[in-house]
């Protein structure tokens, strides 16, 4: 595998091949055992330490218990259908709503995806009643969420064209070098959704909890700089929560939606799965008989994390593939075909529930 140095873009790719840099880097705290132990029934994400890093975690986790109202919140670009990483996002948020009870904000960044990618308004909302369809298969109880458009949105909109007014070129591009003004328009609506949840006519929510990609960062930053810049609204900073990515199925990168093969979609038929998971990347070594005796590397391969990130709830099942690949007992092909087929059954029972929820996704999205 090529080693590249941890490069971090919330609007493009991000590398990242050192956690522990980074979090050093960027003054993050880890999620540790202090953590852990006040969660009842942490996630695979918070036990398997993909959940890696936070910031004030620990002050919502106080709030939630001083029994404060809260939310979640957090958004994904309607540019493309759900993938494993946007599944991370939209299964983190799902966990948390029943976890803590706690209303989720949900953003359709439509208008972060017209200025990143270009994209129209009504195609963006062709694509986001598919993926909102995803989220209520996913299980996320739209009673308690809410979810919108971002250009539909006025308060959020307005929200961020007020916070612009505080922050200068400087400051921007420190955060997020020098970039094109949409994209600093799209950091400041996407600091209104964040703060949205806070003010009166989000539900004067006391604090707000975004669970993301390591990349969205600098969002948080800023908005925890307008926080600090408009004493007059007494808001609290927002608190974050961070995974790590899922990488492309040939172990490149972020999973990039750009190259079709690099990733499995939550619409994917069995064919799909077959394909792409036979060619994805592995930890195996050159000949059976090497493997066998030398053992291979979970660690490197894509495969192992399909079990670890995505389809595997019994963590005793994930160390079992996991010892017995490390000892070389496990082969590649092995491995593969067993989580194909997990993959395909687990596709097909959600792409069903998906069919009878998007009619109510259209209703949400478009309101019809
Ligand atoms: N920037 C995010 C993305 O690239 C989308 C987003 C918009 C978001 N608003 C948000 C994420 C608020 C977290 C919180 O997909």
């Not at 949840?197 to 800023?222: M, N, R």
């Amino acid at each position: 595998m090529i080693m590249v140095d941890n490069t971090l873009d919330p609007f493009g790719n991000s590398v990242i091949t050192d956690y522990e840099k980074i979090i050093q880097d960027m003054h993050l705290k880890k999620i540790d055992e202090s953590i852990l132990r006040r969660i009842k029934n942490p996630n695979i994400f918070l036990r398997r330490g993909i959940d890696f890093a936070h910031i004030d975690f620990d002050k919502f986790l106080d709030a939630v218990k001083r029994k404060e109202k809260v939310a979640i919140m957090t958004g994904i670009k309607p540019t493309n259908e759900f993938h494993l990483g946007s599944k991370i996002t939209a299964e983190e948020i799902i966990y948390f709503q029943k976890e803590f009870g706690t209303k989720v904000f949900y953003a359709i960044a439509d208008l972060e995806g017209m200025v990143d990618n270009g994209l129209p308004l009504d195609k963006q909302a062709e694509i986001a009643v598919d993926n909102v369809a995803d989220l209520l298969a996913l299980g996320l109880n739209p009673k308690n969420a809410y979810i919108y458009r971002q250009s539909q949105e006025k308060h959020v909109m307005n929200l961020g064209y007020l916070f612009s007014r505080k922050i200068t070129n400087n400051h921007m591009e420190n955060l997020y070098g020098k970039r094109p003004f949409g994209l600093y328009f799209a950091a400041f609506t996407q600091s209104g959704d964040i703060l949205f949840p806070e003010t009166k006519e989000g539900g004067s929510h006391k604090t707000v909890l975004v669970p993301v990609g390591l990349d969205q960062a600098p969002h948080i930053f800023l908005s925890r700089d307008i926080v600090d810049r408009f004493p007059e609204f007494n808001f609290t900073r927002p608190a974050s929560i961070f995974h790590k990515f899922f990488r492309a199925l040939n172990g490149e990168t972020k999973m990039s939606k750009r190259n079709p093969d690099s990733m499995i979609t939550l619409n994917d038929k069995p064919e799909d799965v077959k394909r792409k998971v036979s060619k994805a990347l592995t930890g195996g070594q050159k000949t059976v008989e090497e493997q066998r005796k030398f053992g291979a590397n979970p660690e490197q391969s894509v495969v192992f994390e399909l079990y670890k990130y995505h389809f595997v709830e019994d963590d005793k099942k994930v160390e079992k593939v996991y010892n017995l690949y490390k000892s070389g007992k496990l082969l590649d092909g092995e491995m593969k075909n067993e989580i194909t087929e997990i993959i395909i059954k687990f596709l097909e029972k959600h792409q069903k529930k998906k069919k009878k929820l998007l009619s109510k996704a259209e209703k949400i999205v478009l309101g019809k």
